[in-house]
């Protein structure tokens, strides 16, 4: 009885440690998502994203973020991703090193305008209307010195 109990143990033991080994890709979140209505309002929210993307800079996995701006025919009075850009990158020296972890996409002539904040954790992937088109490989032998193509980016 109990060589079968210790074959049990040693079995179910074994079975959760491989499963906690494989441990599952890290997806993208939604951080924050608003209809746009003042200033004030677009420039709290992305104060709030700042501090969050600066909590997670010094981790070892550090989070990116996908910045979606889905813009109705109705024109705002204010650029909303100007906003954007300004609150997060305000008075800072090395812009926290956000530059290669943000990625900013314009929806137009969406119903509502709108904003999404995604955070996306190390190794996730972006958000599922990201189109694949642009990860392509592209061979461009006139392509300038500056450019990165698609083949040639890091992750994230």
């Known amino acids: 009885m109990s060589k079968t109990l210790i074959l049990i143990s040693v079995f179910v033991a074994s079975t959760f440690g491989a499963l906690a080994q494989k441990a599952e890709k890290p997806q993208a979140y939604l951080f924050d998502e ?3 209505t003042t200033e004030t309002d677009v420039i709290a929210r992305t104060k ?3 501090s969050k993307l600066r909590e997670t800079k010094s981790s070892e996995k ?6 979606v701006f889905f813009y109705a025919k109705k024109k705002q009075p204010f650029s909303v991703r100007n906003l954007v850009v300004d609150a997060l990158f305000k008075d800072c ?8 972890r943000i990625v900013f996409r314009d929806i137009k002539n969406s119903t509502e305008q709108k904003v999404q904040f995604w955070l996306l954790p190390s190794g996730a992937d972006f ?3 990201y189109p694949a088109v642009r990860f392509k490989p592209i061979n461009d032998p006139n392509k300038p010195d500056w450019e990165i193509l698609p083949q040639e980016a890091r992750a994230g």
């Open 93 to 100: 020296l090395d812009c926290l090193g956000f530059s290669p």
């Open 127 to 129: 958000p599922a209307d």
């Open 62 to 67: 550090p989070e990116g973020a996908y910045l």
């Open 34 to 36: 608003f209809r746009v």
């Open 48 to 50: 709030r994203l700042r």
